[in-house]
């Protein structure tokens, strides 16, 4: 019997077995003739027993053994490209910022306040404050930089832009208390011709070296201040002031007023006595107003003087509640911080 042709290859495959294990077992056998004799023997028996089992059927292999291995796919470039979209994530717009305007600045000078600088560039105070948060307006230093708003028109909810007003502020004085702090007064002069409304002015407080400013806004006791007339002014500066200390002070910001007659009413003041006390350092005042219409509100204002016509003392009379009107009597006392008190001066107004 013919063996099968996967045993005819497994024959094939011993026999070159056999080619070089025999080589291998000559190469020794050469250097040991006795062990080659009795390997010699035994070769030609296995060679026999080999030769003898070609006709018989042997070991049956399965037949996935000689399985064809397929031919591998070989990649060829396509005759047309084929492009792929490639999915790109849209870039948001970014809004271009909006042009701001670029602030000036300026160095504190000696003397110089927030409400001061504020009129100077004609700018408000508030917006003036609230640009500069890291400047105490109470205590500027000489030197520092304020940052001055573009901004030139005023809105509605704000600070008037003061005018440019030239207006005297004389007899300044600044009188250290009792507990360390300051009281200042001056008087204001209407050089104008037209009245104002809502005056201030600022007072400044510094060391002889200037090294630290300290400033603060004084307001007019009364609401308008009439053409050729003065108004004085007080301004109180807390603990603890420099000392020594040098002082001053400038017109902050002031309103043309152009009727007053449409909000201020006319007032007259009769039976007025003004009793100084032996000490000359505090005046009681008392005697009564009289209104032609129903005012909301009345103000009478007490000024202490001494010779030299500078203020010592001030006190404030305001009436309470609405709908004053025929005669009416006041009473106050008024206290000089210094010096005797040589005069009293009356101030009134009415509101409508």
């Not at 028996?45 to 031919?71: K, R, S, Y």
């Not at 007019?220 to 420099?242: Q, S």
């Not at 500078?310 to 609405?322: N, P, T, V």
Request: with cysteine; aromatic share 6%; charged share 15%.
């Amino acid at each position: 019997m013919q063996p099968s042709n996967n045993a005819r290859n497994l024959i094939i495959s011993l026999l070159l077995l056999e080619g070089e294990i025999l080589n291998g077992i000559m190469s020794f056998m050469n250097k040991n003739r006795t062990i080659k004799s009795g390997l010699s023997s035994l070769l030609t028996a296995l060679l026999l027993f080999v030769g003898g089992c070609q006709h018989t059927t042997g070991i049956i292999l399965p037949d996935n053994i000689n399985t064809p291995i397929p031919a591998t796919a070989t990649l060829r470039p396509s005759s047309t490209p084929t492009i792929t979209a490639t999915a790109t994530l849209a870039k948001t717009a970014t809004a271009l910022p909006s042009p701001t305007s670029t602030p000036r600045s300026h160095q504190i000078k000696l003397g110089e306040t927030m409400g001061g600088i504020a009129w100077q560039y004609g700018v408000p105070l508030d917006s003036l404050i609230a640009l500069n948060p890291d400047i105490n307006p109470y205590a500027m230093k000489v030197g520092d930089t304020v940052l001055i708003p573009a901004e030139t028109l005023t809105p509605s909810n704000q600070t008037p832009v003061p005018t440019t007003i030239a207006m005297p502020v004389e007899s300044l004085t600044c009188t250290r208390l009792q507990d360390q702090g300051v009281r200042c007064f001056a008087w204001v002069q209407n050089t104008l011709d037209t009245a104002l409304e809502n005056v201030s002015i600022s007072v400044n407080i510094a060391d002889l070296e200037a090294s630290q400013v300290f400033a603060r806004q004084a307001d007019a006791p009364l609401n308008v201040l009439l053409p050729a007339d003065r108004m004085p002014f007080t301004v109180y500066f807390p603990p603890e002031m420099p000392q020594p200390f040098q002082f001053s002070a400038q017109l902050s910001s002031a309103i043309p007023l152009d009727d007053p007659t449409g909000r201020y009413l006319p007032l007259s003041l009769s039976d007025v006595v003004i009793d100084i006390n032996k000490e000359a350092d505090m005046a009681a005042v008392s005697g009564s107003f009289t209104v032609a219409n129903p005012a909301s509100s009345v103000r009478i204002v007490a000024a202490a003087v001494n010779s030299a016509g500078e203020i010592l003392g001030l006190r404030i009379w305001q009436s309470d509640g609405a709908g004053i009107e025929d005669q009416t009597g006041f009473e106050l006392q008024v206290y000089a911080v210094s010096g005797s008190i040589d005069q009293v001066l009356i101030f009134s107004e009415a509101i409508n």
